[in-house]
């Protein structure tokens, strides 16, 4: 036999078997599916649309529609009950709103969070992105050294001491909206909060001052927006990094992951060399980021990549959710003019005219402490954490096989007639001192051991922010623009918040 005919022979048996293989293998994975299907399907929920994609189809469609995913969540709940069951592929998610669960759950260790969905954003399209930092961290010993050391840069008495920072950031922006006032031109709020907030944790957390206001072509703002819009993309459609009409914005995504990391590896340089030069530093993130550095490194773990984890998560985490609750918040009282009304008689019976925000101020500020609260109730950036379940457990009545994760949202619960009286409704009376608190309803925060580590940072900084400006300006809405929210992986307003400006006829500066 000629051996181009046994080459040819062997290729064809090959190939056959080969096909046999991939065949088995299909037809094995499928059986895993339905075993997967059979162990929850007698938890609710809404029908899949494909056997094998389950739910997929359905959050590209919302994606594809510009849609909040999770109203589409809400409606389930609505629907399906207080646990239902999310299908992709062989995994299994559930979400969950019964608030006993929630208190059970999110307040206990026991429960990690969620390893399937947290490694998703570990690499953002094959570059480490949030790694193994504070808020991805599943490992609990991992998560719990990190947070040890960070804890003390958000102390109530190192916090006291931001004042000033938080004060001179907001006074830039007061600068910047009096020229806007003086031209009559249109105040983008978002984008703006957006450069204070940004540059507020660059100053207390690195020590670096970017004044962004005055650098409007600084590219960190943008990179953030991509990066977060990669997060969810590659989270809510597992096909969007293999599209080719997606490659450029795959690869702008890369370039703005590189920007972060490259940019905390310098800054981080510099900071390394001040100590080793025995110069005064500060306290602050970065010496915290450093220090959790060298205890890892004790453990002989990756401590250089955990830095610049660290260094991306605060420089996203410690914006973007402010930003939207100041921005939306400026929303909500632009459309009330009552609240508002309300709101700017509490600033100038605590202010008066004095120019900066004391700390004793914030505590007297109880009715704009409300409306940022409710802002919060209706519009959570960050709008869930998930749990990895590790054991059978009971939920509502329904057993829930281990091995699935548990979705919580507070923009779920807080959107429910069940747990706030018309829901939709922007009423900062909720959260009145006398008022009777929501039971584990409402968690922007999130709650328990992994809670947000930034809360009364972010609360301190949004209400000197948001008091200077109500001191100072009186402001009204651009007619006809969307009171939408745009979900770009946190919430943020969908019109950016578009607003005419005056200077108080009051406002001494
Ligand atoms: C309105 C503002 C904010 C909101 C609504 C918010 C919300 C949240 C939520 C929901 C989580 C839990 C995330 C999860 O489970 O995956 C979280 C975690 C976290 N947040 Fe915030 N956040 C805000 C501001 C900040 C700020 C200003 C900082 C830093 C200065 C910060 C730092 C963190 C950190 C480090 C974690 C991880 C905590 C841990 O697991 O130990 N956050 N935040």
């Not at 997929?56 to 646990?83: A, Q």
């Not at 602050?284 to 998560?313: R, S, W, Y």
């Amino acid at each position: 036999m000629a051996l181009y005919q046994i080459v040819a022979e062997w290729t064809t048996y090959l190939t056959f078997y080969l096909l046999c293989a991939v065949f088995i293998a299909f037809v094995g994975y499928c059986l895993y599916v339905w075993h997967i299907h059979q162990k929850y399907d007698h938890i609710p929920g809404p029908p899949r649309d494909n056997f094998l994609l389950g739910h997929i189809p359905t959050f590209r469609r919302e994606m594809n529609s510009d849609r909040v995913i999770h109203d589409r969540f809400l409606e389930w709940t609505e629907k399906y009950g207080p646990v239902y069951r999310i299908n992709t592929f062989h995994t299994v998610s559930l979400v969950v709103s019964c608030p006993e669960a929630t208190k059970e759950i999110l307040m206990s260790p026991k429960y990690s969070k969620d390893p399937l969905a947290y490694k998703r954003i570990f690499h953002l399209f094959g570059l480490r992105f949030l790694g193994n930092g504070l808020v991805t961290a599943v490992d609990h010993d991992t998560w719990y050294k990190q947070r040890r050391i960070m804890d003390p840069a958000f102390s109530s008495s190192y916090l006291r001491g931001l004042m000033d920072t938080f004060n001179e950031r907001a006074e830039c922006l007061m600068q910047h909206l009096e020229v806007i006032a003086e031209e009559r031109t249109i105040a983008n709020m978002h984008r703006m909060v957006n450069c204070v907030t940004l540059d507020v944790i660059c100053k207390v957390a690195f020590g670096v001052d970017l004044d962004l206001l005055k650098h409007p072509d600084s590219p960190f703002p943008n990179a953030i927006d991509l990066c977060l819009q990669g997060m969810i993309q590659d989270i809510r459609d597992p096909f969007f990094r293999h599209s080719p009409w997606n490659r450029k914005k795959v690869r702008e995504i890369q370039e703005a992951v590189k920007l972060l990391r490259t940019t905390g590896a310098k800054w981080i340089n510099q900071r390394r060399k001040a100590v080793e030069n025995a110069e005064d530093v500060p306290k602050d993130i970065l010496t915290k980021i450093l220090k959790t550095a060298e205890e890892l490194k004790a453990d002989g773990e990756e401590n250089h990549e955990v830095m610049l984890d660290n260094f991306v998560t605060f420089f996203i985490a410690g914006q973007e959710t402010t930003a939207s609750q100041l921005s939306f918040a400026i929303m909500e009282l632009g459309r009330h003019p009552e609240i508002l009304k309300r709101t700017k008689e509490e600033v100038d019976e605590v202010l008066g005219t004095r120019r900066d925000v004391l700390y004793e101020d914030l505590g007297k500020l109880t009715y704009l402490t409300q409306v940022l609260k409710e802002t919060l109730r209706l519009y959570p950036p960050a709008v869930g954490t998930s749990r990895w379940i590790h054991e059978d457990t009971v939920i509502s009545g329904f057993k829930i096989p281990a091995g699935c994760s548990i979705l919580f949202s507070s923009y779920i619960t807080s959107r429910m007639e069940k747990f706030f009286k018309d829901p939709l409704k922007f009423d900062p009376e909720r959260f009145h001192p006398d008022a009777s608190k929501p039971y584990f309803s409402y968690y922007p925060f999130s709650l328990g051991p992994r809670s947000c580590l930034g809360q009364t940072f972010s609360q301190m900084e949004a209400k000197v922010v948001l008091t200077k400006f109500l001191q100072r300006f009186d402001f009204s809405l651009v007619p006809g623009q969307s009171f939408d929210i745009k979900d770009t992986g946190s919430l943020r307003p969908r019109s950016g918040v578009l607003c005419t400006i005056k200077h108080c006829a009051k406002s001494t500066f």
